[in-house]
RNA sequence: GUCACCAUCGUCUAGCCGGCCUAGGACGGAGGCCUCUCAAGCCUCUAACACGGGUUCAAAUCCCGUUGGUGACGCCA
């Protein structure tokens, strides 16, 4: 069997979204699946819009996905005198013509055909008019009479087209920058490229691009449209349902597996299975099972499998990922100091972020502690007598560890006749301001002797 | 408006070459166990085949229509 080449094709106008993630994800599978080829080719024909700074964007999001890539990096820019010679070529064999028409003309044949109620379109006027070359001239192609194009999509099945819906679309502009159906077929071609995956948006593009590759004479690749991700509403996705740019996702502290795994389950399955290490994902992604209608994307599932995969990182490695996050916090600790905190609370935090920010609570001085409401009930009349009484009993501890703390409360309870209830809430709101968290025995533990009955003291007045 | 595509729990989905489906899993939600609390974990529950016609002994599964949704219709990509 030939050699399966993808590819992926962003246009440095913005960020890397998490549409154009799941569509590189996807790519990438299929080939390194096959164990062919991935491509990435850069899209940056309109220079107006193009920015360095988004290229770089993405090739980092790209890397932080873990998308690696084939070849060098082709960037269409690059490329023109390649698109030119194509276009020579479709006016030598009379599959294109220039054009004269203004913008204006041609929105006033769009307008007179909508007003028909047939599609908007240019209507061929400069078809045998047997124009050359000239300033304010574009070339367009010659879609043939009649007929219909077909071509079966790996993802939706056969699709049919009648070429009277298509119109002799601009293959060169007049700035003699070549449109985007014109470079994508002639970049597909010459990259070697078997399968374009790519979104749904683009099936209207697929039958004009098959045309200019019977006009050219070129085999036509395999497409595969993946249906769009919207919001949680059905609506287009848009900022207000929190699917923004992968870049974000990594700034918000989530892991890069889960994000691949949710955006490859969005409109993949590989039967009950939810959780997929990128082992799998390469061993069962073969571009079948896709989904052929769009998604909702559900910003809590991809928070319960971040957390999944959060509870499952090596401790060594969490620190490590965690530390950046708490020096933006404005704590530059030790990463083995942080490794040392991380039982106590890789259960308990859906980010690195929100992992940061439980942490702070060892590095700040006691004054910095804030009380939340919620802990205040705790500080009652008896929860700071229970307090005091314990600062003592602390305080004489012969042997400070999480385990003679633990089998010092619970004396110190049965003794009482008390409840433990009387003395966990109350020292977890001393000692860490928050209702909740881990285990009162082992936060004094973590916190040592003197920070713990520093900020037992401060509570109980 | 025209064309294309799509339609199973609130969401992601399994099933879809018809019978194994009184429709399965996951997220969320509700309740429970555990427990000093919050998580995690475990258990239980919640909730769907858009509608209408066919075809058939039998339809979530096939066909047609309706409705609804998405996309496209650029000298953007």
Known sequence: MKKIVTRFAPSPTGHLHIGGGRTAIFCWLLARHFGGEFRLRIEDTDATRSRQEYTDSILASMKWLGLDWDGDLTYQSKRLDIYNAYIDRFLETGHAYWCDCSPEEVEAMREEARAKGEKPRYNGKCRERGLTAGPGRVVRLRVPDEGRIVFDDMVKGPIAVD??????????????????????????????????????????????????????????????????????????????HGARAVIEYEQDGLLPQALVNYLVRLGWSHGDQEIFSLKELVEFFDGNNLNTSPAAFDPEKLKWLNAYYLRNTPHDELAALVAPFLAKLGYEVPVEKIQSLLPMYFERAADLNALAQALT????????????????????????????????????????TAEALDVLLHDYVAKGGLKFKQVGPPLRSALTGLAGGPSVHDVMAALGREESLKRIERAAR
């Open 163 to 240: 070429v009277s819906e298509l119109d002799d679309m601009i293959l060169r502009r007049t700035d003699g920058m070549p449109t985007y159906n014109m470079a994508v077929v002639v970049d597909d071609h010459e990259m070697g490229v078997t399968h374009v995956v790519r979104g749904d948006d683009h099936v209207s593009n697929t039958p004009k691009q098959i045309l200019l590759y019977q006009a050219l004479g070129f085999e036509v690749p395999t497409f595969g449209h993946v249906p769009m991700i919207c919001g949680p509403d059905h609506q287009k996705l848009s900022k207000r």
């Open 361 to 400: 609570i060892y590095f700040k001085p006691a004054e910095e502690i804030v009380i939340e409401d919620k802990a205040m009930k705790a500080l009652n009349e008896d929860g700071k007598h229970q307090l005091t009484v314990l600062h003592g009993l602390i305080a004489e501890l012969p042997e400070f």
